[in-house]
């Protein structure tokens, strides 16, 4: 039998090139800045989360209350996610799109300007969102599950229908099975509250 080479060992544990790979290819980001509390969990074992930790696919992702997490996924995506909240790194590919599911809460999604798109689908207990490149927020806002778009477009489904946000404009859910309404110019006080509740 071929013995394999140790590099080296942490925590008393031994620890396998194989490994160490695995974990470099299951890295989607890292935390770029935190207040509070938050925590990741993956295969039943809880990490709490400070600045600089990584972040890995599957993972799913939690703030406390009173929190505000802000995650920076591959070169050009930040998600900053508010108190309460918690999504799962589903199949996120770096800076090649993938999927995310925010199971509750509110979230800031931003990419940069002149990224290059790619396919990334935001899915929520209310809606799928398709991102097109852009900035937007979604998550409770007035009472409803909002998404508004700051900059960019998205295109949001549920209950069979679809509209598309383009920059100014947002939707409502007003209950799980409902579908979006209308697409409509938000008042600065809504984005102004909806922002504040991610930064």
């Given at each position: 039998?071929?013995?394999r080479?140790?590099?080296?060992?942490?925590?008393?544990a031994?620890v396998?090139?194989?490994?160490?790979?695995a974990?470099?290819?299951?890295?989607?980001?890292?935390?770029?800045?935190i207040?509070g509390?938050?925590?990741?969990?993956?295969?039943?074992?809880?990490?709490?989360?400070?600045?600089?930790?990584p972040?890995?696919?599957?993972?799913?992702?939690?703030?406390?209350a009173?929190?505000?997490?802000?995650?920076?996924?591959?070169?050009?995506?930040?998600?900053?996610?508010?108190?309460?909240?918690?999504?799962?790194?589903?199949?996120?590919?770096?800076?090649?799109?993938g999927?995310?599911?925010?199971?509750?809460?509110?979230?800031?999604f931003d990419?940069?300007?002149?990224?290059?798109?790619s396919?990334?689908?935001?899915r929520?207990?209310?809606a799928?969102i398709a991102?097109?490149?852009?900035?937007?927020?979604?998550?409770?806002?007035?009472?409803?599950?909002?998404v508004?778009?700051?900059?960019?477009?998205?295109?949001?489904?549920?209950?069979?229908q679809?509209?598309?946000?383009?920059?100014g404009?947002?939707?409502?859910?007003?209950?799980?099975?409902?579908?979006?309404?209308?697409?409509?110019?938000?008042?600065e006080?809504?984005?102004?509250a909806?922002?504040e509740?991610v930064?």
């Amino acid at each position: 039998m071929r013995r394999r080479e140790v590099i080296g060992l942490v925590g008393g544990a031994v620890v396998w090139p194989f490994a160490s790979r695995a974990a470099n290819e299951d890295k989607a980001g890292k935390v770029e800045e935190i207040q509070g509390e938050a925590f990741a969990q993956k295969d039943s074992v809880r990490r709490n989360l400070d600045r600089e930790a990584p972040l890995f696919i599957r993972d799913q992702v939690e703030t406390a209350a009173a929190s505000r997490l802000c995650m920076r996924l591959g070169r050009d995506t930040t998600l900053r996610l508010g108190e309460r909240a918690q999504l799962v790194l589903d199949r996120y590919l770096i800076d090649a799109g993938g999927e995310i599911n925010l199971v509750s809460g509110a979230m800031l999604f931003d990419r940069e300007k002149g990224s290059s798109p790619s396919p990334l689908q935001i899915r929520s207990p209310f809606a799928l969102i398709a991102v097109r490149g852009t900035r937007f927020f979604s998550g409770p806002s007035n009472g409803w599950f909002g998404v508004f778009v700051e900059r960019g477009s998205v295109s949001v489904s549920a209950a069979g229908q679809q509209v598309i946000l383009q920059a100014g404009e947002g939707t409502n859910i007003r209950w799980l099975g409902a579908a979006p309404t209308r697409p409509a110019r938000w008042r600065e006080p809504r984005i102004r509250a909806a922002l504040e509740s991610v930064t």
